[in-house]
């Protein structure tokens, strides 16, 4: 996977001559991307503007859970510059994010609704 201007390149690297899934979901620059180690279904983006975007890419997982689009869940909008850093946390459902110019820590969690869809 690759950030690229305003979208996510996803690659089989047995096959590397073109990308698997192009995702344009946002208006801002990619600056990461980051799957969830857990459940490689989420898959976090920071961006230029601010904003952390949380995806769901079913298409691209290694072991599915459920049936559905790939989709944006939420997009988290508390820095008020670049995010420069993502983790995921010791829990598969809480991630934090790191803002470029104040340096200041956001801890999130994966909303309620996306964590039961993939335990159920």
């Keep these: 996977m690759t950030g ?5 390149k996803f690659w089989d690297i ?3 001559s073109i ?3 192009i995702v344009e979901d946002h208006h801002s620059f990619l600056l990461k ?3 969830n180690p857990a459940h490689d279904e989420l898959v976090l983006g920071s961006y230029d503007d601010g904003a952390v ?3 769901r890419m079913l298409s691209v997982s290694s072991s599915p859970s459920g049936e559905g689009p790939d989709a944006l869940v939420k997009l ?6 670049s995010v420069h850093h993502l983790c ?3 829990s598969p459902w809480v991630f934090a994010s790191v803002c470029y110019s ?3 820590l956001v801890v999130n969690i994966v909303p309620s609704v996306e964590k039961y869809r993939i335990l159920l």
């Design 76 to 81: 988290y909008d508390e820095h008020e510059d």
């Design 33 to 35: 991307a980051l799957y």
């Design 102 to 104: 104040a340096n200041n």
């Design 4 to 8: 690229h201007h305003d979208f996510m």
């Design 88 to 90: 995921w946390g010791h």
């Design 19 to 21: 990308p698997i899934k």
């Design 14 to 16: 047995r096959k590397t």
């Design 53 to 55: 975007g949380l995806y």
